[in-house]
């Protein structure tokens, strides 16, 4: 079992920047691909990036390249998400995903067995 734990989330001006956590647990992740994916009020959920441990090789959505910047820390099992020039539109729920099979580019949550609860982004205008 894995347990992720996201944090970080809170609420900001457009404009503004966030670095969201994610703590993994109880096992390793050196062999993992670990994912950001987010879910905004009434929209589905919708992939955002995703960092293969082993190399550190990264994967953004289209929408998200030059804004947003997955990285992660191996001394501390933690994968972040650096998030710049916030918009309202970027206002969801942020969840954290490990892929156990270490997949390059998995950017469909059926590609991942562990989430995280999730941490809140509001983005006011």
């Known amino acids: 079992q894995v347990q992720l734990i996201e944090s970080g989330g809170g609420l900001v001006q457009a404009g503004d920047s966030l670095r969201l956590s994610c703590a993994a647990s109880?096992?390793?992740?050196?062999?993992?691909?670990m994912g950001w994916f987010r879910q905004a009020p009434g929209k589905e959920r919708e992939f955002v990036a995703t960092?293969?441990?082993?190399?550190?090789?990264?994967y953004y959505a289209d929408s998200m390249k030059g804004r947003f910047t997955i990285s992660g820390d191996n001394a501390l099992n933690t994968v972040y998400l650096q998030m710049n020039s916030l918009k309202p539109e970027d206002t969801a729920v942020y969840y954290c995903?490990?892929?156990?099979?270490?997949?390059?580019?998995?950017?469909?949550?059926?590609?991942?067995?562990?989430w995280g609860q999730g941490t809140q982004v509001t983005v006011s205008s």
């Open positions: 960092i293969k441990w082993s190399n550190s090789t990264t």
């Open positions: 109880g096992r390793t992740i050196s062999r993992y691909t």
């Open positions: 995903a490990a892929d156990t099979m270490g997949r390059y580019g998995a950017n469909s949550q059926r590609q991942y067995q562990y």
